[in-house]
Antibody, heavy 119, light 112 residues
């Protein structure tokens, strides 16, 4: 069974960088699907942040393009999110998920990690 | 970006009843390849979102046939029949036709 698990600090100071890890089990991230980050803000709004493909290419939401980086470590079957220069508006629950191109949707999700940006 | 508008924002239902949730997109969701990439997700309390429906009307693995999706172009509907307690939570539509992918604002399903 495919499982994804996010990890990282729950509190980040304004202007600093947010760094999260998604660990994938039950599927090798180089095997043919892409891997995405999504966040849900307080109040239910959800935002697709970007993905890293099975081959290592990336695609980001233009609203974040100057601040976001998604990378991976294939030896550990993990992929990562870095978001720079965070503000309080980046406070959200962050999810990693698998991108399924049979439907251009997100078919397996992690449990999410809540990140608060505050001094 | 494609704006996804869901109505209603919240919905009260009796167990065993039926509900419909509407999702409208600001642009047609028909992809160049002819497919329509509209999905529905449910986030139950304390859990992560789960995929229910993809490509308008296809149920994801393990999803009950009480959930059905329909629609075309810019206008889509999720119907839930014989509502059970485990169906409660926030429902989202999402589009994968055009980057950046976008989601509706959510519809909270509660018990009457």
């Amino acid at each position: 069974e495919i499982q994804l698990q996010e990890s990282g600090p729950g509190l980040v100071k304004p202007s600093q960088s947010l760094s999260l890890t998604c660990s994938v089990t039950g599927y090798t991230i180089t095997s043919g699907y892409d891997w995405s980050w999504i966040r849900k803000f307080p109040g239910n709004k959800m935002e697709w942040m970007g993905y890293i493909s099975y081959s290592g290419s990336t695609n980001y939401n233009p609203s974040l393009k100057s601040r976001i980086s998604i990378t991976r470590d294939t030896s550990k079957n993990q992929f990562f999110l870095q978001l720079n220069s965070v503000t309080t508006e980046d406070t959200a629950t962050y999810y990693c998920a698998r991108v399924a191109y049979y439907g251009y949707n997100l078919d397996y999700w992690g449990q999410g990690v809540m990140v608060t940006v505050s001094s | 970006d494609v704006v996804m508008t869901q109505t209603p924002v919240s919905l009260s239902v009796s167990l065993g009843g039926q509900v419909s949730i509407s999702c409208r997109s600001s642009q047609s969701l028909v992809h160049n390849n002819g497919n329509t990439y509209l999905s529905w997700y449910l986030q139950k309390p304390g859990q992560s979102p789960q995929l229910l429906i993809y490509k308008v009307s296809n149920r994801f693995s393990g999803i009950s046939d009480r959930f059905s999706g329909s629609g075309s172009g810019t206008d889509f509907t999720l119907k839930i029949s014989r509502v059970e307690p485990d169906d409660l939570g926030v429902y989202y539509c999402g589009q994968g036709t055009q980057y950046p992918w976008t989601f509706g604002g959510g519809t909270k399903l509660e018990l009457k």
